[in-house]
């Protein structure tokens, strides 16, 4: 490692009225210095993505300092200045802590955020592409128990599941997985990032869902693969 901790400070500047007769001090941040560890193996993985978004506090341990994160900052030891501005990261933490209980209906919001953890979550690699729904089980999960009285299949909320539809491959190179592992109305039958659409609040639906089967492997686990 060449993180020499003596030698980690924040970077304090300073501002000066042109006569100089004020001199205020403040602490910089680097705006760019999360690219080393969002860009990281580790955080490459679709599997540290569920469980990144499911802790309340992070801590990155990167070659040169310690980084830091949690529900409202993110941080690091040379950067000690508070960062409490909306990130992706952020923003997914908060959804899936403080999303109120027993909330009866999916709404738009809850959408747009759920798209919001399809794009992060689709990018990371795995080791055996049958996993890819079990590697967001958890968020799901966490959700349903929020949501009490929604379905959840296949990747999908039946409650708003032709809002949820409209998703596409990021690439137009992405092809379906070789093996099946899920309807090919799924997101989660594709390989590589996937981008979900929402809709504008308040939009009207001229349509509405009728059903929706999936076989589960796992009969009573919703949140498991589907044959």
């Keep these: 490692s060449t993180r020499i901790a003596s030698s980690i ?8 009225s042109q006569d100089q007769a004020m001199r205020v001090p403040f602490f910089g941040y680097n705006t760019r210095m999360w690219e080393k560890i969002e860009h990281s193996p580790l955080n490459s993985r679709a599997w540290v993505f569920q469980e990144r978004t ?58 747009r955020h759920w ?14 592409p049958s996993d890819k729904l079990v590697a967001i089980s958890g968020l799901a999960k966490k959700l349903a128990a929020r949501y009490p009285g929604n379905t959840y299949v296949a990747g999908l909320w039946c409650e708003s599941l032709e809002v949820q539809l409209l998703w596409t491959p990021l690439s137009s190179a992405q ?5 099946y592992r899920a309807p090919s109305w799924s997101w989660a039958s594709v390989d590589g990032a996937v981008v979900m659409y929402s809709v504008a609040e308040g939009a009207k639906r001229i349509s509405a869902v009728v059903s929706v089967n999936a076989q589960l492997v796992v009969d009573d686990d919703p949140f498991c693969q589907v044959l």
């Excluded at 690091?76 to 997914?92: D, F, Q």
């Excluded at 802590?97 to 738009?108: G, K, M, W, Y």
């Excluded at 092809?175 to 093996?179: A, E, G, K, Q, W």
């Design 9 to 16: 400070r924040p970077l304090l500047l300073y501002a000066e």
């Design 54 to 111: 499911l802790s309340r506090r992070v801590l990155h341990f990167a070659k040169s300092e310690v980084f830091w994160e949690c529900q409202h900052v993110r941080t690091s030891e040379s950067s000690l200045a508070s960062k409490t501005t909306l990130n992706p990261a952020i923003e997914r933490k908060t959804f899936i802590s403080t999303t109120p209980n027993s909330q009866p209906l999916i709404t738009t919001e809850f959408v």
């Design 115 to 128: 798209a919001a953890c399809i794009r992060g979550f689709t990018p990371g690699a795995l080791s055996h």
């Design 175 to 179: 092809r379906r997985n070789v093996d």
